[in-house]
Every structure is written in structure tokens, then in C-alpha cells.
């Protein structure tokens, strides 16, 4: 089946320091993925679509030139929280749609904790 | 989308079916069902999803009430893996379209021995 892969899974940093999380399918092309971010106790909050080849479009309120997003490739979605702060700490989880398939699979997500 | 009504927290003993509650009664008639379950810490799973047919498959089966208005996921045995937060999402399907997944608060299930 459709796998995809996030990495890291787990990451602790300074505050003021850039982070990036990766997102893979690992057998099949992604042409849209999506970025999410989810507090405890709280569902997913989509943040922004990333889409190849073109620039992400990102949902109300999430700061674009915070949160970078680059779809250089087929396979690969990256995520770049930059200048993180406490306040950026979460789990973030990226998912990708199998093509001419409904469903959506995601990662495992990462746990980004700013210290 | 559609939004979607579900109650937060249900209680289900192992082995026994667990009937999850859907309400979507603004959904329109080219949004699918779908439904997905997080287990603590991890990546939301893909259970099943439909239009207006009930759908089963070896996960789960899918009520979808004539007029679509809501609908009901069945874990037809119950096992103590099974406790996670479920959620029902309405969107419109598209193959490419690439539409986004709009998560709600979803049910948190707890399968008890």
C-alpha cells in the first residue's frame, strides 16, 4: 500500500533556530501534499497545501514566511519552521493523496519541541 | 465542505461492536464520507469512505442514511487496539483535484475489557 515517510520523528531545538521536517511517498508520486499541526488534546489543524512545482498556499492565519514550505519534487515535501519559539512546539504531520485513489495517506508525524 | 457533528467520547467493551455517530446534515451531493482514526502519538489512519452506499471492508463498515444527512462507522469486534479518536470528514472527491482533509473534534473511542 501507499506508504508515507516523515523525518525526522522527533526533534528538540533551541529557540531561534530553524528546523526541517521532511515529508516522502515512498511508492507513488504526490502531486498535492499537506502540512497539518496538532496541539495535545486538539485535532489536526491544516496549515497550508504544498503543491509541486509551485508555491504552497497556506490557510488563514499561518505565516507563510514562518513556516516554509518546498515541493521541489515528486516524492518530497519539506517543511522549514523558522526562528522557532516555545509557542512552535506540536506534532506535525504531513499527508499525501494517491493518485486517481480517494483516500489520503499520512505520516507518522514529528514532535518538534523548542526549548 | 460540509461540516460534521460527532459526539466527543464513547465507551465500547472488547468484543462488542462499536457504533460510531455521524452528523452531516449540510453535505452536498458530490461530498463523499470519510473516516479516519488517530491512535495516540501517530499519523491518522484511512478507514473507509463512500458516497451514499453502505461500504464494508476489512477495517469497517458505513452506514450512510438514505438522505445522507449523517451516517454511522461499525467496528463490527471491538479490540482494546481499536481505542483511538475517530474521525468523520465530508469532502467533495476529485481524484486530482487534491482536495484538503478538514479534521473536526472527532469521537474519542475507548474499548474497554
Known amino acids: 500500500g501507499a506508504v508515507v515517510s516523515q523525518h525526522p520523528s522527533w526533534v528538540i531545538c533551541k529557540s531561534g533556530t530553524s528546523v526541517k521536517i521532511e515529508c516522502r511517498s515512498l511508492d507513488f508520486q504526490a502531486t498535492t501534499m499537506f502540512w497539518y499541526r496538532q496541539f495535545p488534546k486538539q485535532s489536526l489543524m491544516l496549515m497550508a497545501t504544498s503543491n509541486e512545482g509551485s508555491k504552497a498556499t497556506y490557510e488563514q492565519g499561518v505565516e507563510k514566511d514562518k513556516f516554509l514550505i518546498n515541493h521541489a519534487s515528486l516524492t518530497l515535501s519539506t517543511l522549514t519552521v523558522t526562528s522557532a519559539h516555545p509557542e512552535d512546539s506540536s506534532f506535525y504531520i504531513c499527508?499525501?493523496?494517491?493518485?486517481?485513489?480517494?483516500?489520503?495517506?499520512f505520516g507518522s508525524g514529528t514532535r518538534l519541541t523548542v526549548v | 465542505d460540509a461540516k460534521t457533528t460527532q459526539p466527543p467520547s464513547m465507551d465500547c467493551a472488547e468484543g462488542r461492536a462499536a457504533n460510531l455517530p455521524c452528523n452531516h446534515s449540510t453535505i452536498s451531493g458530490n461530498e463523499y464520507v470519510y473516516w479516519y482514526r488517530q491512535i495516540h502519538s501517530q499519523g491518522p489512519q484511512y478507514i473507509i469512505h463512500g458516497l451514499k452506499n453502505n461500504e464494508t471492508n476489512e477495517m469497517a463498515s458505513l452506514i450512510i442514511t438514505e438522505d445522507r444527512k449523517s451516517s454511522t462507522l461499525i467496528l463490527p469486534h471491538a479490540t482494546l487496539r481499536d481505542t483511538a479518536v475517530y474521525y468523520c470528514?465530508?469532502?467533495?472527491?476529485?481524484?486530482?483535484?487534491?482536495?484538503?482533509?478538514?479534521f473536526g473534534q472527532g469521537t474519542e473511542l475507548s474499548v474497554k475489557p
Open positions: 470528514i465530508v469532502r467533495v472527491a476529485g481524484g486530482n483535484q487534491g482536495g484538503k482533509l478538514i
Open positions: 499527508s499525501a493523496q494517491r493518485p486517481q485513489e480517494e483516500g489520503y495517506t
